[in-house]
C-alpha cells in the first residue's frame, strides 16, 4: 500500500519517475536587521523521488536545518521554488497546512521535542486533530493512535499510549515523534539528525524503521545529517552540502566509493572505522554563512588547493579556485560534483572523465 | 607506569525503591602514554566510574574496591591529599561539561581557577600566561583567553574544557564522551588534539564513549561495558573489527564500515533496552537481548575470562582462546554449565 492521501494531485497528473519533491535554486538569507545576513541556503537543486532515501550530509552550520525547514514550510525561501507534486508551495495558512500533512518533520532531539507532561497517546493524536484526521476519514481516534504507533514499531500500542516521556528509552521517544509523523498520512519525511542524540545502540534500529516505512508505505524520505554512514546504511541517493550549496551529488555508493570533491573525500576521511582513508582533518571552523568566500566556497580550506601542482592545481587553476564563481550543480540522477580541479581533470587528454557529465 | 589502577570496583546508589548497583566489580588499568578506552550504552555506568577517579560520586553513593592513582587509593585518602590530587594527578572532562562553563567569566580566567586554587603561590599574573599557552597547546589563538563562551562554537568550548583539564598538568585525564555532541570533523579535531597530547605530554587518558567506532580508531585498548560490569577488553582496532562478545559484536556493528556490502541498506541495531540496573535479569545480563544465548546463558553469570592473546570476554560462549563456541548446550564447558 502506499501513504498517498487526500491533497494529492489529481491521479495521473505526475508523470512516472518524477520528483515529489523538487526544490530548485533556493535561497534562504536569515538574520539582517543590524546582524550580518546569513546566506544559510545558497542556491541549492535537490529532488527526492517517490519512495527514495535521500541524505543531505555535511557539518553543522552548512544549512541542512535551514533547508529542512524550507522543505517544511516553515521557514520561506528568499529566492527559488520549492514543489510537491510539481505543486509550488503557497503561501495561504490552507496551503500550508495541506502542506504540512504531506511533509512531516521527525525532529532532532526526541527528548526536547516531546511535552514532557503530555502522554504518547497526546502526543501522537496531536497532528491527527490538527488535520482532522478522524472526521475526515470516519476512523476513531484511537485506532489511528494505536496504528501509528504500531508502525513505528511501538507494539502493543496499548502498553505505551498512558505512558509519560520520562518512562520511555531515547529509541523509545524517537518511535514516538516518528509515529506521530506517520499518523496524518504523510508522502514525505523530513528527518533532521534523527539518530545523532541516541545511543549507537538504538542508532540502527531506528534507521531500519525509516527503510522498513519506505518498503512498506512507499514514503520518502529526506534525511539531514553530518553522518555518512548513516546515508551508506539507508540513502538511495547522497548530496553533500559545504556552506549552503550542494557541492556533490549522486547514487550514495558512487559518491562514498569514488567521492569527487576534496570536501566529500576530507569528510570521508575523517568517519571513524577501520583507518582505510589517511585521515584528512580539516583545520579551522566549520564555515560561516555571513561570510562566504569568493571563487570556490571551499577555498579556504581546500586540501588539493593547499598542496598546490601535487594535487594537481597548477598556478592558473589556483587562481581560478579563489576568483571563480561555480555554477549550481544541476538537479540529476547521476553523479556530479562541483570542483574546478575535477572539471579540469575530467577535460585533461588521455584521462577518462572521472564525473560523467549528464548535467 | 600505571597511573591508574581501579580493582573490583562497585558504585551502588540507593534508590526510592532500592539500591542501583550501577558499577558492579571492575577492573581497569591505563598506563602512562595509554589511550584506554571505555565504551557502552548510556547508563552502562561510564560516568559513574569516571567520577570514582578522584572520588567525585554524588555523597550516598556507597563504593567498595580500590581506585589506584599513583598506588595511592582515591577512596581512602584524606581530604587534604585528595584536594592535592584532584587537577594535579588527574583531571576530568565531565560529559556535557562544555555547555557548563560559567556564561558570565572570561575562559581564561576559567582556565587559571584551578591553577589559583590547587597550585598555593601561583600569581594570577603567572596564571594567566600559562592559561594562553594552554590555549594556544589545545588550537586555539591565545587571544581567546578574553572570549565567553558564548563567543565560542561547540568544538572551541571542549578545547577550552581540555585546556582547563592540563591546568594543574596532570599526568591521567580522563574524558567522558568529549565528543558526543560535536560533529565529525569537529570530532576528528578533538580526537586528534587528545591523542596528540597523550604523544606529546606521556598522558594517560581514559577515553569514554558510546560509539565503539571512535574508540576503535583511537585507542591502544578498549574496555566495553555492560549493566555495570566490562563484558570484554582488548586492543581497540580488534575490539571494533572482530568483536567477540555478542554485545561487542553489536556495538560494533552499529556504525557500518561504508564500502562494506553487509552494512548496505541494512543498518544493524539491538533491539531492547539494556536492563534497569535495580532488576537485572538472572545470569549473564545481557541474555535477554542476546541472539546466541542458550539455556545456560538464563542460569549462569559469566566473569571476565581470556579470550585469546591480549583479551578476554564475559560470555560462556566465547572460548579461552576467543574461538565462538557453536550456540548449543552441549559446547558450553562442563564448568560453566
Ligand atoms: N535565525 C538565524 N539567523 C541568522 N543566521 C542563522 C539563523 N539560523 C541559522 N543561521 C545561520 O545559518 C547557517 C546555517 O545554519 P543551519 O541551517 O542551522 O545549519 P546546520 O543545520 O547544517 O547546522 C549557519 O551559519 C547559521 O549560523
Ligand atoms: N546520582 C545518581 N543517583 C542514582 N542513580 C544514578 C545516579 N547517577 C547515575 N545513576 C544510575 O546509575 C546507572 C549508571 O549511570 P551512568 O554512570 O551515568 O551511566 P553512563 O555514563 O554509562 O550513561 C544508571 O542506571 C543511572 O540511572
Ligand atoms: S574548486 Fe579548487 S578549491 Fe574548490 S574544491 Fe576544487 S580544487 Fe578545491
Ligand atoms: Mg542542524
Ligand atoms: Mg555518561
Known sequence: MTATTAGAGPAGATPEGSPLLALEDVHVVLGGHGAPSARAVDGVHLQVRRGEIVALAGESGCGKTTLARTVLGLQRPTSGRVLVDGVELGTSRAELRAWRRRVQLVPQDPTGSLNPRRTVYEAVAEGLRIHRIPAETGRREDDLVAEALERAGLRPAERFVARYPAELSGGQRQRVLIAGALAVGPELLVADEPVSSLDASVRGTILALLLRLRDELGLSVLVVTHDLGLAWNIADRLAVMYLGRVVEAGPTEEVLADPQHPYTQALLSVVPETGRLEPVVLRGEPPDATAIPAGCRFHPRCPALAAGPAAGVGDGLAARCRSEALPLLPPSAGHTAACLLRDAEAQAPGNPASVPDDG | ?337
Request: contains cysteine.
Open chain 2, 1 to 337: 607506569m600505571t597511573l591508574l589502577q581501579v580493582e573490583d570496583l562497585h558504585v551502588t546508589y540507593r534508590g526510592g525503591e532500592g539500591d542501583v548497583p550501577a558499577v558492579r566489580g571492575v577492573d581497569l588499568t591505563v598506563a602512562e602514554g595509554e589511550v584506554v578506552g571505555l565504551a557502552g550504552e548510556s547508563g552502562c555506568g561510564k560516568s559513574t566510574l569516571a567520577s570514582t577517579v578522584l572520588r567525585l560520586q554524588p555523597a550516598g553513593a556507597r563504593v567498595t574496591g580500590k581506585v589506584l592513582l599513583d598506588d595511592e587509593d582515591v577512596l581512602t585518602m584524606r581530604w587534604g591529599r585528595l584536594r592535592a590530587v584532584r587537577w594535579a594527578a588527574a583531571s576530568v572532562v565531565f560529559q556535557g561539561a562544555l555547555h557548563s562553563l560559567n556564561p558570565l567569566q572570561r575562559v581564561g580566567d576559567q582556565i587559571a581557577e584551578p591553577m589559583l586554587l590547587h597550585e598555593p603561590g601561583t600569581t594570577r599574573g603567572t596564571a594567566a600566561r600559562r592559561a594562553a599557552d594552554l590555549l594556544e597547546r589545545v588550537g586555539l589563538p591565545a587571544s581567546r583567553v578574553r572570549a565567553y563562551p558564548h563567543q565560542l562554537s561547540g568544538g572551541q568550548r571542549q578545547r577550552v574544557m581540555i585546556a582547563m583539564a592540563l591546568a594543574c598538568s596532570p599526568r591521567l585525564v580522563v574524558a567522558d564522551e568529549p565528543t558526543t555532541a560535536l560533529d565529525v570533523m569537529v570530532q576528528a579535531q578533538v580526537l586528534d588534539l587528545l591523542t596528540g597530547l597523550v604523544a606529546d605530554l606521556g598522558l594517560g587518558l581514559l577515553l569514554i564513549s558510546h560509539d565503539l567506532s571512535v574508540l576503535g580508531s583511537t585507542c591502544d585498548r578498549v574496555a566495553v561495558m555492560y549493566a555495570g560490569r566490562i563484558v570484554e577488553t582488548g586492543p581497540g582496532r580488534d575490539l571494533f573489527t572482530d568483536a567477540r562478545h555478542p554485545y561487542a559484536k553489536a556495538l560494533a556493528a552499529a556504525f557500518p564500515t561504508i564500502g562494506d556490502p553487509g552494512g548496505r541498506l541494512s543498518p544493524a541495531g539491538l533491539p531492547g533496552d539494556p536492563p534497569d540496573p535495580a532488576a537485572l535479569p538472572t545470569g549473564c545480563s545481557f541474555h535477554p537481548r542476546c541472539t546466541v544465548a542458550v539455556a545456560a546463558c538464563e542460569r549462569r553469570d559469566p566473569l571476565l575470562r581470556p579470550a585469546g592473546p591480549g583479551r578476554s570476554a564475559a560470555c560462556l560462549l566465547v572460548g579461552e582462546d576467543g574461538s565462538p563456541l557453536t550456540g548449543t548446550d552441549g559446547d558450553v564447558p562442563e564448568e560453566l554449565r
